[in-house]
């Protein structure tokens, strides 16, 4: 058998998180009820027209320059005309002529080291709708709540030769559109598709072999299986003396396999041409360059900068730039506290466990990092113990509840005013004449006894080191 | 007001008496829904005549103009729809099966803003199905018949609001026009029609035929009510991109409009080969008219008019190929009840549900948008409309306004038209390239040929609008006086 390699190529769609549709007003909430979020444009009733939400073309270039793209300085929209019925205008308007991106690249880390991936292009289009198969019926039902949310097709060049890389491209892919806030990516939720185009050739040959398409695979894992499986089937056919056909195939994620869809022979004719609705839309050399100024810091440089200046070990620094939820946790309460070590700390063993117990991915947590510092401060002035600490983060991690307060309310303070625990010790020593004689009389580790018995009559909120503190002190007077 | 008065008056005419108080919207709407009752079951030009919201609004109008709320000049005034109009609560079916019972849920631009001045819709008119054909013969709701010729088409495909004003059955009525569909059938039924310059009035909630060609605009019995008109339905309205800022016309300066020193173009392919004699001389009449007024008068030679033909229907088509796709059954069209599955109920649906003139448009436009087959067709026609543009440029360096017919011929015998598509098409040469480019044009009616009404074509700048009417409006004040 010969030595093959696999040449791939990525189309994926991302849902922007825009408040409204691309050419109309309605909501882009993912999860309503099935057709409540529809209006007379998206719906494509006759008569109506698409107006551009400007949003999503600042969210489109933005993308590009992320990813290092040309912006396309005089933009049109086309239609791409083909019948389905999540499709009610029967064409989706998108860019095909003129996309809004193109000829970037991108940087990803890989077992062999950095690759650079080409970005082909990016291009602005409208989703379409949903059917929803009934198996109590046996009915299809559509809802349109999805049509017209503005998606971002990215359009690699064929340059993965394993799937490592092509996990690692979207990971990076997904991290990048999440620190510009530009879409969620979440798989899950369709807000991130990605189509695998892939073909095979003998190691050594230049001329790429057949391709096939897989569309729409689910998530990461199914996206490494169903890579492995079409690179086998296609050996496999090879080997046996026969050929691949160029055509689109599914990916069953339970059965594991893929099935062919459709073949090449009954390819749609898109018959694509400029939407003569919607107005060339250009956009100034200004307009860019007033985005790129404001592109936030990426990923890569937020986890060396955490590294150089804060000194967080490289592992810490990985994990909290893995997820935007935990950057913004760490930046807010390293502001709050100046202490950025203390908060990877309370992120890495504290934040994230609670994650964990709460079956939470760190990406989809709502916690707000206000509250991690008050409570980093609060233990760093001897408010509350660590312990304390802890506690109150748990409880502010599934309620809205604010640190301070609640520790105020529940009376969980640590006591550090020597003059209310003196009283207390007092009467400790007075109820301990034994250990108190026997440390007068020499016998120092009958002072960690009087320590300890200290502190459980002060149910723990003390201060220890202002527990020793009166300790000595009263004991010294004893002398 | 005696009902006949009523149904005698321009709309500017009735709008004055209304606010006078000679008459009422209501009796109004009341006079002219009477006369449609007995006398439309001639000419067939309304689809629907919506009776009772007509006189339920004509009495809020009126109340509205006792308290002095509207001051508008056509407030009052009752206004016929062409049928691809959008009107909230009211059918609206392109003379289509494939719509047959569309009650669209919101109001087209234009009809809020005429609404907003207080005119009345009484009813929506006949049309070519889709806004697709010369002779209001293709509409599902059988032809409409000429006023001016018992046995002759209304022209199209504004046919029915064309017919509807001629024959006093509507003060004045909308149309659209994709390729001469308000000045033809103006023309054919001796009524004013002014095709607006593209973007100047909103095609939001224009059922669409060719996007970058349709355009709505008026239809009334001169040019002072189409002045007033526009002035109401003009404007850039945010649903619409392709809508542009304008400026309103004067009606004084219109009514005062001296055509001396005014330069006359009349390029010689526009009386080629193909044009009745006596269409010929109707306008060439019309036009030593402007002569004898001090207008100065230069043929001129455009032969990109050779182009007019094959561009326009190779954008056309390609547009309304992909803008009647939604008609397949599922969300919007005709749903066949036999169907068996998804592509049964897109191929019955489309089979059964448009006509014979839709279908051949159809297919004409997925042929020339297809792959081997786009650059040939839809990126030559591109250049085409480069070339004409170019070409109308040129000429109005020199001009203030081409004049030439709106149609080689008059109104054409029932039924003799759709048999020969190719010849049918060859009849919108004078007026397609208007569109293709978005200049404003209006036909004038001068005079008649064997009988039958003849219009003139009068094309102007971009957002000239003023200038034509003042044209026109100048032609009608004379053939008063004489």
């Known amino acids: 058998m010969k030595d093959y390699e696999m040449v791939i190529g990525l189309e994926v769609h991302c849902e922007l998180q825009t408040a409204t549709k691309i050419f109309c007003g309605c909501s882009t909430k993912f999860g309503g009820a099935p057709n409540t979020h529809v209006c007379e444009v998206c719906s494509g009733m006759p008569g109506t027209l698409p107006t551009l939400n400007k949003k999503v073309v600042e969210f489109a270039v933005k993308a590009g320059l992320a990813l290092n793209c040309d912006i396309t300085r005089k933009n049109k929209f086309d239609r791409k005309n083909y019948f389905y019925p999540d499709l009610p205008k029967a064409y989706q308007i998108s860019q095909l002529y003129f996309p809004i991106c193109r000829n970037g690249h991108v940087d990803v880390k890989t077992s062999e080291g950095m690759k650079s991936i080409g970005i082909h292009e ?51 892919l997904r991290d990048t559109m999440q620190y510009l806030g530009v879409s969620d990516c979440k798989m899950q939720e369709g807000s991130m598709r990605a189509d695998v185009n892939l073909s095979v050739r003998p190691v050594g040959q230049k001329e790429f072999g057949t391709r096939t398409e897989m569309k729409n695979i689910a998530s990461f894992k199914a996206i490494e299986r169903a890579i492995e499986y079409e690179r086998d089937r296609q050996i496999d056919l090879i080997e046996e003396g026969g050929t691949v056909v160029q055509e689109t195939r599914r990916w069953d994620d339970e059965k594991e396999y893929t099935y062919a869809m459709r073949s090449k022979e009954n390819a749609q004719d898109y018959k694509y041409f400029p939407d003569p609705d919607l107005m060339p839309l250009e956009i100034s050399e200004e307009y860019i360059e007033n985005i790129r100024a404001n592109l936030p810091e990426f990923a890569d440089a ?95 991690f599934t309620e809205d509840i604010d640190p301070a307060e609640y520790i105020e309310k529940n009376g969980l303070a640590q006591v550090s005013d020597t003059s209310a625990i003196e009283p207390v010790i007092k009467q400790v020593l007075d109820e301990n004449p034994k250990p108190v004689s026997e440390f007068l009389a020499g016998s120092e580790k009958n002072f960690q006894f009087l320590v300890g018995q200290s502190m459980r009559a002060l149910r723990g909120k003390a201060d220890p080191q202002a527990v020793r503190t009166v300790l000595t002190k009263l004991l010294d007077e004893m002398r | 007001m005696d009902d006949k008065t009523i149904l005698g008056l321009t709309a500017l005419e009735l709008g004055r008496a209304i606010k006078e108080g000679k008459t009422t919207s209501l009796e109004a709407c009341k006079a002219y829904i009477e006369a449609i009752r007995e006398e439309d079951k001639k000419y067939n030009s309304y689809v629907t005549v919506c009776e009772e919201q007509a006189l339920a609004k004509a009495k809020e109008i009126d109340a509205k103009i006792a308290s002095g709320a509207i001051t508008s000049d056509l407030a009052g005034v009752p206004i016929a729809i062409k049928d691809n109009i959008c009107t909230k609560g009211i059918l609206t079916t392109c003379a289509s099966k494939m719509l047959h019972n569309f009650i669209p849920p919101y109001d087209a631009t234009v009809i809020k803003k005429l609404e907003e001045e207080g ?48 024959a006093n059955l509507a003060p004045i009525a909308l149309g659209s026009d994709t390729g001469g569909s308000i000045r033809q059938p103006a023309s054919f039924c001796g009524v004013t029609g002014l095709k607006p310059t593209y973007g100047t009035v909103s095609r939001y909630g224009l059922v669409a035929f060719a996007s970058s060609l349709d355009q709505i605009g008026p239809i009334s019995r001169d040019a002072m009510d189409a002045a007033a008109m526009y002035n109401i339905i003009n404007g850039r309205d945010d649903r619409d991109q392709s809508s542009t800022d304008c400026n309103d016309v004067s009606l004084d300066n219109i009514k005062s409009f001296d055509v001396k020193g005014k330069k006359i173009g009349i390029p010689e392919q526009y009386f080629g080969e193909g044009i009745e004699p006596g269409v010929k001389d109707a306008v060439m009449k019309a036009v030593a008219y402007y002569e004898s007024k001090g207008a100065i008068v230069e043929k001129f030679d455009m032969p990109i008019v050779d182009y007019a033909i094959p561009t ?19 969300k919007y069209g005709f749903r066949p009840e036999d169907a068996t599955d998804l592509t049964s109920v897109y191929i019955k649906s489309r089979s059964q549900g448009f006509g014979l003139e839709v279908k051949r448009r159809i297919m004409l436009g997925n042929f020339v948008l297809s792959s081997g087959y786009f650059d040939a067709y839809y990126n030559k026609a591109l250049q085409a409309k480069s ?96």
């Not at chain 1, 008050?374 to 002035?381: C, F, R, S």
């Not at chain 2, 059988?142 to 509807?164: E, L, Y």
């Open chain 1, 122 to 172: 990016i291009h602005m289009e409208e989703d379409a709708g949903k059917l929803v198969h009934d198996p109590v019926t046996g009915m299809t039902m559509v809802d349109f709540n999805r049509c017209g949310v503005p998606l971002l097709e990215i359009v690699s060049e064929p340059d993965f030769r394993s799937a490592e890389e092509v996990i690692a491209y979207l990971t990076k």
């Open chain 2, 387 to 482: 070339l004409i543009k170019d070409a109308f440029d040129k000429a109005f360096e020199k001009y203030d306004v081409i004049i030439g017919p709106v149609a080689p011929t008059t109104a054409l015998e029932i039924g003799k038209s759709l048999s020969d598509p190719l010849k049918m098409y060859l009849g919108d040469i004078c007026t397609v390239l208007v569109n293709i480019i978005g200049l404003p044009a209006i036909s004038v009616p001068c005079g008649e040929s064997d009988g039958l009404p003849v219009g003139m074509q009068i094309i102007g700048k971009p957002y000239d609008e003023e200038q034509i009417l003042g044209f026109a409006c100048n032609y009608q004040n004379g053939s008063k006086e004489a």
């Open chain 1, 302 to 396: 937020k986890r060396e900068r955490y590294v150089s200046q804060f000194g967080l070990p490289e592992y810490d620094a990985e994990i909290i730039t893995g997820a935007t939820t935990l950057v913004d946790v760490f930046e807010t309460a390293t502001e709050m506290t100046d202490q950025p070590k203390d908060v990877s700390n309370w992120i890495m063993t504290d934040l994230l466990k609670l994650c964990k117990d709460n079956h939470v991915a760190a990406e989809d947590m709502e916690f707000d990092g206000k509250k991690l510092g008050a409570i980093i401060n609060l233990v760093n002035e001897g408010k509350v113990n660590r312990k304390t600490g802890r506690q109150v983060l748990e409880k502010c």
């Open chain 2, 312 to 330: 326009y229907y190779i954008i056309a088509c390609a547009e309304a190929c992909s803008n009647l796709s939604r008609y397949d059954g599922i």
């Open chain 2, 119 to 166: 005119m009345v819709i009484i009813g929506k008119t006949n049309m070519d199905e889709f806004a697709m054909g010369s002779t209001t013969e293709t509409s599902y709701h059988g032809a409409t018949i000429n006023p001016r010729g018992a046995n002759r088409v209304p022209g199209g495909s504004s046919g029915g609001s064309a017919a509807c004003v001629a």
